[in-house]
């Protein structure tokens, strides 16, 4: 294949990017942990607070760690032709993959890192019937790469979806209602039995304060996303709370599903889950207005 000329670019992971989004997948852990085991650390008068300070503060210092070993051990070339990446402190290894194999290519960051530009792009490669994967983590201008090694066409959308948000955020709220409900009155009987210091009151107010944040979350989780249609493909896109770009193209379309639940369907609002190719998982068209003559359209393509 030769040795491609001089390189477009030599990319490394970049330490603040590393540490930014290691930062938010501590917080997001700690959190978590926090709201979970937030009613038997009540009963039992452990602090709170402090636990989830202490959990978010080591994941912050490993990611600070890793961050800077990966800046010093990784290295992205980017050719007009191949990409290489070579990792590796004393044994150094590298991997090629010519660019005219690259099947897919999605984008995604963090909260904290995306607002200094950076990413991890992830890349997909076919070659000769095997499948495999390269990322480029925590690189800055994450977006500029995107755009350069995805085989699609970028410039201005043709259009997007209107979408109704309310109707499926409903649905989940109820759900949520009745795993939160189940979990709390499990949590109730261990009260009673078990743990007397483990009130009823405290369990519902768990309860309660667990159920809101989840809902609210989705809420603008789903809310912060647009879907963007282009002459080849259909970008998904975050707009708010961290970067995500993926798209679909209708030629790789192997399987169309169509979800709605009842106050969806009073509002004609669904979501439209596509199986692409070269994509994993599912690509979902979530609380779509007239989700299902978009079933219609899609499911000609596969």
Request: charged share 20%; proline share 5%; glycine share 10%.
């Amino acid at each position: 294949m030769g040795n491609g000329g001089a390189p477009q670019a030599v990319l490394r992971p970049g330490v603040i990017v590393g540490v930014l989004n290691g930062a938010s997948r501590a917080l997001l852990a700690g959190t978590i942990v926090a709201m979970l085991v937030a009613p038997v650390a009540w009963a039992l008068g452990a602090p709170v607070v402090s636990l989830s300070a202490g959990l978010v503060g080591l994941g912050v210092l490993v990611a600070c760690l890793w961050a800077v070993i990966r800046h010093y051990t990784v290295e992205y070339w980017i050719y007009e032709k191949k990409i290489e990446v070579t990792s590796g402190l004393v044994n150094r290894e590298t991997r090629i993959a010519p660019r005219s194999d690259v099947r897919y290519v999605s984008l995604s960051a963090g909260t904290l890192a995306s607002q200094v530009g950076g990413g991890d792009v992830v890349v997909d490669i076919r070659r000769h019937n095997t499948k495999y994967r390269m990322t480029l983590r925590d690189i800055a201008d994450a977006e500029r790469w995107y755009d350069e090694l995805r085989p699609v066409e970028g410039g201005e959308p043709l259009g997007r979806f209107d979408r109704r948000i309310g109707p499926s955020v409903f649905t989940v709220a109820g759900y949520l209602a009745l795993g939160v409900g189940a979990v709390t009155a499990l949590l109730a009987g261990v009260a009673v039995v078990a743990l007397p210091p483990l009130s009823l009151p405290l369990v519902g107010l768990w309860g309660v304060t667990l159920w809101f944040p989840v809902t609210a979350w989705y809420f603008i989780y789903v809310a912060g996303v647009e879907y963007r249609v282009y002459d080849d493909h259909i970008e998904r896109r975050r707009i708010f709370l961290g970067t995500e770009r993926s798209y679909a193209i209708a030629d790789h379309i192997d399987g169309v599903e169509h979800i709605r639940y009842v106050p969806e369907r009073a509002f004609d609002v669904g979501t439209v889950s596509l199986e692409l190719r070269w994509r994993e998982r599912p690509f979902h068209l979530r609380s779509v207005d007239g989700s299902s003559e978009l079933y219609q359209d899609l499911r000609q393509s596969a």
